[in-house]
């Protein structure tokens, strides 16, 4: 996917189109938007897990327009859920198998009985890890053991940022997987557990608005503390 890629801080964003993703490579793929960038500046981990990313995903409009404001070069926002009902559907006409690794055993089952009925070629299978701040060796070590005895097309994983690219990147060598893709929420929005933001939202852009009336005590932070940081670590990379 030579010249896919524009420079972004220290980081490298996908440009590109989603159809120039296939399953037959081996990828990590994960987002970035405004709110992990700052958490990134401060969590080492975390910001390594970003940057061996074989694709980083511009999941923010504050990423898009800051983008085009350093580089003069246009990315378009391309958000977890996008990525995952491109790789759906990659994977039904193509006959293959998907894991879903996080989040809970109810939400997994709503998982499993929506894709039995929307993609019906996809062979399904799934784990519900334990809620920790962090996992043991013997956590990940059944994890891993989950995936590889189903040996999946594409492993989604959603267990809430930084958590979850901190993990697949330890641990991806370890994983038979071709995808491995970082989608947190996105669980819960294909679920039916949370709405995403209606489609009037995300075409103006607004999207984050619309999380941030959904959940306001979760996402305040988020947008209102993180949001100015962020812009003002733009405007001083401008100014260097």
């Known amino acids: 996917m030579n010249g896919q890629f524009v420079p972004y801080f220290d980081y490298k964003i996908f440009g590109g189109c989603l159809s120039t993703i296939t399953l037959d490579n081996r990828l990590v793929i994960n987002t970035i938007n405004q709110y992990s960038f700052c958490v990134a500046e401060h969590d080492i981990d975390f910001k390594r897990a970003l940057l061996e990313s074989d694709i980083l995903l511009p999941d923010g409009i504050g990423v898009v327009w800051s983008n085009l404001f350093l580089t003069q070069k246009k990315v378009k926002k391309i958000a977890g859920s996008d990525l995952h009902l491109y790789l759906l559907e990659k994977i039904n006409k193509e006959g293959g198998k998907c894991f879903y690794l996080g989040s ?36 990940s070590t059944e994890m891993i053991a989950k995936i590889n005895e189903f040996c999946p097309d594409v492993l989604f994983v959603g267990m809430t940022a930084p958590k979850q690219e901190k993990w697949v990147n330890s641990h991806k060598h370890l994983l038979k997987a071709n995808v491995i893709s970082s989608i947190g929420a996105v669980f819960d929005f294909y679920a039916g557990t949370m709405q995403r933001p209606s489609s009037i939202w995300i075409n103006l852009g607004l999207e984050w608005f619309g999380r941030f009336l959904t959940e306001p005590k979760r996402m305040w932070k988020r947008y209102f503390y993180f949001g100015p940081i962020f812009f003002l670590k733009v405007l001083s990379k401008k100014l260097d």
């Open 104 to 139: 809970s055993e109810e939400v997994l089952e709503k998982i499993g009985n929506r894709l039995s009925v929307e993609y019906p070629n996809i062979q399904f299978s799934s784990f519900s890890p334990a809620f920790t701040s962090e996992f043991s060796e013997e956590d």
